[in-house]
Nanobody, 114 residues
Framework: QVQLVESGGGLVQAGGSLRLSCTAS????????MGWVRQAPGKQREVVAS??????NYGESVKGRATISRDNAKNTIYLQMNSLKPEDTAVYYC?????????WGQGTQVTVSS
């Protein structure tokens, strides 16, 4: 069973940057999909970014401001977000969908102050 551990959330000022990390344990393949989903109070859940193999995808609201990367040797993905806006405030969840099943992390809070 895959387990995910996230880190890197916190409080940042608008216009700033942060990097989230998510490390997976278990049977992870390079072709398995990993990514980030965020949930803000009163808003619908939103896909932020994902990576599977060498293919990356981004949500429309973060395109141009976010970069997802993956270190297969460490089973870790990273989400670099720049030019942060107050509307980026949310709980960010790491996600895994692969041959061995699916998993979500516990979530990490990102708060962007104006």
């Amino acid at each position: 069973q895959v387990q995910l551990v996230e880190s890197g959330g916190g409080l940042v000022q608008a216009g700033g940057s942060l990097r989230l990390s998510c490390t997976a344990s278990g049977n992870i393949l390079e072709t398995d999909a990993m990514g980030w989903v965020r949930q803000a109070p009163g808003k619908q859940r939103e896909v932020v970014a994902s990576v599977a193999g060498r293919i990356t995808n981004y949500g429309e609201s973060v395109k141009g401001r976010a970069t997802i990367s993956r270190d297969n040797a460490k089973n870790t993905i990273y989400l670099q977000m720049n030019s942060l806006k107050p509307e980026d405030t949310a709980v960010y969840y790491c996600t895994f969908y692969g041959a061995s099943g699916s998993a979500w992390g516990q979530g990490t809070q990102v708060t962007v102050s104006s």
